[in-house]
């Protein structure tokens, strides 16, 4: 197992950092060392902000809960309230660590508590540890032996034990727009020191933010793109070497950087899968299914758009299409991707194959067109409730028939407006009224 590791801000991470810093990958060579360096989470580190205020040495520092997506600064953080709080930075990653770690750091940071110095004990990924592991934290962070920083990228309230989740305050960290992703950019290409300067690199304002853009707000995939783009460009006789669309595109993976989720292909892309489900193509669904699953889209945007379908162009002929649509879309937000691709793929297969019908579609819109022009109409006195007597007094309810009991209502009492009687919305159509024999014959 691996053992715990004492060291400053300054030092490099010997959980994913080589011995050589020079080796270390780009996105570890630009962590940033002060705040002032520090981009994004403003209304973390903002002006008055809580992270400001104990970096900055304000207050007690408790311990925290750092949940956010990857590559938006929580070791950072950590390493930066460990540094500006004169604390010990004791840094585990739960993927490879486990209950002996944890106690040998423990043991160490009682010793140094003796000695008056306190331990920020900074755990990677804590909600890889079990409930066991994390119980064996407890009594070392309510008595102060350690103050914690968990980082997680799942939600807490899930994968963290509510006995630590009430010790610790949880703090959420957004992705990083584009302009702040593309910022960190601009510094790495010019950065001489620890940056990509030395190999005189030119990118021009549009590939970067390009590059932003499909980062998907995550730094750490921006700068490891960044940096194979400009190795694997040849320098020209001056010894620059121009960063291209093309060779970015290879770096960061053709398919994550041509999908723009906030732009016109993600529409033509998801246009493209509602009008194949509709034709009853499955062979053409499921590969625009997969162009957005592989592409980045929001499997949760993908799943309503199945449930629309479902009733939109399937409807009665087939009311079984929304609740495999339904029963996607919570599964979907149960278990996320990548898992989630089996039970989106399961109903686009089995919308594509249903019977097609929209006579609901069609039905709601002729009847928005009377309600809409007969707004003012009233509702008929026998449909009206009458919860007090003086409604009732007012006829409110009167003339009111209960199918139940008289099955001649269904026929004989009218339930439109006097202005609207006879109006006909809703015809079935030859695929809802198969599908009613179908189930009769059953």
């Not at 040998?104 to 003796?114: G, L, V, Y």
């Not at 110095?117 to 102060?144: P, S």
Request: net charge negative.
């Amino acid at each position: 197992m691996a053992q715990p590791t004492t060291r400053n801000l300054f030092e490099e991470d010997p959980i994913d950092t080589p011995a050589d810093p020079q080796h270390a990958p780009l996105a570890n060579r630009m962590r940033p060392r002060s705040l002032s360096e520090f981009v994004g989470q403003d209304h973390l580190v903002g002006e008055g902000r809580i992270l400001r205020r104990l970096i900055e040495g304000g207050g007690t520092m408790p311990s925290l809960i750092l949940w956010g997506a990857p590559g938006t600064g929580k070791t950072t953080l950590g390493r930066l309230l460990a540094d500006k709080n004169g604390s010990r930075f004791v840094s585990l990653s739960a993927v490879f660590s486990g209950v002996k770690d944890l106690r040998t750091a423990i043991s160490d940071a009682k010793q140094e508590a003796r000695l008056g110095r306190r331990t920020i004990l900074f755990i990677d990924e804590i909600h890889r540890f079990n409930k066991g592991q994390q119980d064996a934290l407890l009594h070392a962070v309510e008595d102060g032996t350690v103050t914690l920083i968990g980082a997680t990228t799942e939600n807490p309230s899930f994968e963290v034990t509510g006995a630590l989740l009430s010790r610790c305050r949880v703090l959420v960290l957004n992705p990083l727009n584009e302009d702040e992703v593309k910022t960190i950019l601009q510094r790495a290409v010019a950065d001489e020191e620890r940056g990509l300067a030395q190999l005189e690199p030119e990118a021009t304002d549009e590939v970067l933010a390009r590059l932003a853009h499909s980062a998907g707000g995550d730094a750490r995939v921006a700068l490891a793109a960044l940096e194979a783009a400009v190795e694997s460009t040849k320098p020209d006789q001056a010894g620059v070497r121009c960063i291209t669309n093309e060779t970015v595109i290879e770096a960061l993976g053709r398919a994550r950087y041509a999908y723009d989720k906030g732009g016109e292909e993600h529409y033509n892309l998801a246009s493209a899968l509602i009008k194949s489900l509709r034709n009853s193509d499955v062979n053409a669904a499921l590969y625009w299914l997969a162009r957005l699953i592989e592409g980045g889209a929001d499997p949760i945007f993908i799943a309503r758009r199945l449930c629309i379908l479902a009733s939109e162009d399937i409807g009665l002929a087939d009311p079984q299409a929304m609740v495999q649509a339904a029963a996607a879309a919570e599964i979907t937000k149960l278990i996320g991707l990548p898992e989630a691709l089996f039970p989106l793929s399961q109903a686009t297969i089995y919308l594509a194959r249903a019977p097609k019908s929209n006579t609901v579609k069609k039905a709601y819109g002729a009847a928005v067109a009377d309600a809409m022009d007969t707004a003012l109409e009233p509702v008929p006195l026998h449909l009206r409730n009458a919860p007090t007597p003086l409604m009732k007094r007012l006829g409110y309810g009167e003339g009111y028939r209960y199918v139940h009991s008289d099955p001649q209502a269904e026929a004989e009492m009218p339930c439109l407006p006097e202005a609207l009687r006879g109006r006909v919305y809703y015809e079935a159509d030859d695929q809802e009224i198969r599908r009613t024999n179908e189930s009769s014959d059953k």
